[in-house]
């Protein structure tokens, strides 16, 4: 479906060996646990994985061309990967974000990007609101972030989920998002031709259509009907024109759910109502569900009047119960939190509720890593901690078996490499050898 390469932003560079030495290593394939382990890093690739080596490294330590980081006592794993992510959502209140220069939203962007990579998250897939600026500010090596695949835009109809205006016609702050494109709304099949080929044009990496309506947007419902069967037939069409790009569906009914998976989407975002019927045909399709249950079981505000608590309550039973079943059958599951609406840099709190799901945690974190990878078409070079690979990783003093829930919390996350470079680290000073 996606013939075309994925783009892979953030290039190694680093030219340098480094061996990681003692932790224990979770490679992301979903084998077990490898005990004081070792994994050489060379240019910016993954040498080798697996168990401590006797003296591999030893000659190259004592020339000092090689630098060792012994980790005894932590957790190896793969960079997380978040499919469901909005960089350009940022915690200022909208009345001040109307107000803003373009360069404060940027900054505000880049503090996101900043806290998401802290957080363990080496890839992410921005779903609305930003450029590709940012993808290639990272991957030219300007500005700090995971690297990015974005969608630019969200599609849909004109007064569905997409659509910012109020009813009269306003914008509230936060749509106001400088050097955007205006929102993907879309009514016609010529609207649709016209908007996805400019997508492509700007460079979209995937493209994201909202099969319902949803909660956010002012003026529609979740039930109501967005872009349907038939125009996501349309853009898949369009898009495998242009050399393939993944598509994602935003979908709060069954309904769809199943008109999207029929029409070809490569996964779908939420899917808090799926019956056991469209779980099979997602099972057929081999379509991924990314659940996002942090926004779902986001802590509500203590203003929300009890009508709409009680509807959130129901949401939330029905959005988990969802999850559940569809990971039961087997569906693959991509870890997405829709970080933005929650905030930004707890992106692991979405692997405790996977597991609360029903996966176990081998799963959940391959649903951080390897799924999202091949979700993204990076999994050849990135998802998992094997030769080969790009190096990603990141290293934790919490035991991600045993208290998943932990890794979300502040400073869990000791040192995060991306492409070969470490770009946090909260293990204090440790003398490099040799650089
Ligand atoms: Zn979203």
Not at 146 to 158: C, D, G, I, K, N
Request: hydrophobic share 40%; glycine share 12%; proline share 7%.
């Amino acid at each position: 479906m996606t013939a075309r390469a994925a783009r892979l932003p953030v290039t190694p560079a680093d030219a340098g060996t480094t061996i990681f030495r003692g932790a224990t290593l979770i490679d992301g394939e979903g084998g077990p646990p490898v005990a004081d382990a070792e994994v050489e890093v060379r240019a910016g690739v993954i040498r080798y994985a697996g168990p401590r080596r006797s003296t591999a490294g030893d000659a190259g330590e004592a020339r000092g061309d090689v630098r060792v980081r012994e980790l005894k006592g932590a957790w190896l794993l793969p960079g997380f990967v978040d499919v469901h992510v909005h960089l350009a959502m940022v915690p200022a209140p909208a009345e001040r974000q109307r107000e803003w220069f373009a360069e404060e939203s940027v900054f505000a962007t880049a503090e996101a990007l900043r806290a998401t990579l802290d957080a363990g998250v080496t890839t992410a897939r921005d779903l609305d609101g930003l450029t590709p600026g940012y993808r290639r500010a990272i991957e030219a090596g300007m500005a700090v972030g995971p690297r990015l695949h974005v969608a630019v835009a969200m599609l849909s109809p004109t007064g569905g989920h997409a659509d910012p205006h109020a009813p009269n016609g306003s914008l509230p702050g936060w749509a106001v998002r400088p050097g955007m494109p205006e929102p993907g709304l879309v009514d016609t099949d010529d609207d649709i031709v016209r908007a996805v080929r400019r997508l492509l044009r700007m460079g979209a990496d995937v493209i994201k259509v909202a099969a319902s309506g949803g909660s956010g947007s002012p003026t529609d419902d979740p039930d109501d009907v967005g872009i349907t069967e038939d125009q996501v037939r349309l853009i898949r069409r369009l898009v495998d024109e242009r050399g393939g790009r993944p598509i994602t569906a935003h979908v709060q009914t069954d309904a769809s759910a199943r008109a999207a998976v029929r029409g070809g989407v490569d996964s779908i975002e939420h899917g808090y109502d799926l019956s056991d019927e469209t779980i099979d045909l997602m099972l057929e399709r081999g379509t991924v569900l990314v659940p996002t249950l942090s926004v779902l079981m986001r802590e509500m505000p203590s203003t929300l009047d009890p009508d709409r608590r009680q509807a959130r309550e129901r949401m939330r039973r029905r959005g988990l119960d969802s999850a559940r079943r569809a990971i039961a059958a087997g569906v693959p599951v991509a870890l997405g939190t829709d970080a933005g609406v929650v905030p930004h840099g707890a992106n692991l709190r979405e692997l405790a509720w996977l597991v609360e799901a029903g996966m176990d945690p081998l799963r959940a974190l391959r649903a951080g890593t390897l799924t999202g990878a091949r979700l993204l078409g990076l999994d050849s070079q990135l998802g998992s901690v094997v030769p080969g690979k790009i190096a990603d990783l990141v290293v934790t003093r919490v035991d991600p078996l045993a208290e998943i829930g932990g890794l979300c919390q502040p400073g869990a996350i000791d040192l995060v490499v991306q492409s070969g470079r470490v770009v946090t680290d909260r293990t204090g000073p440790i003398a490099p050898s040799g650089h």
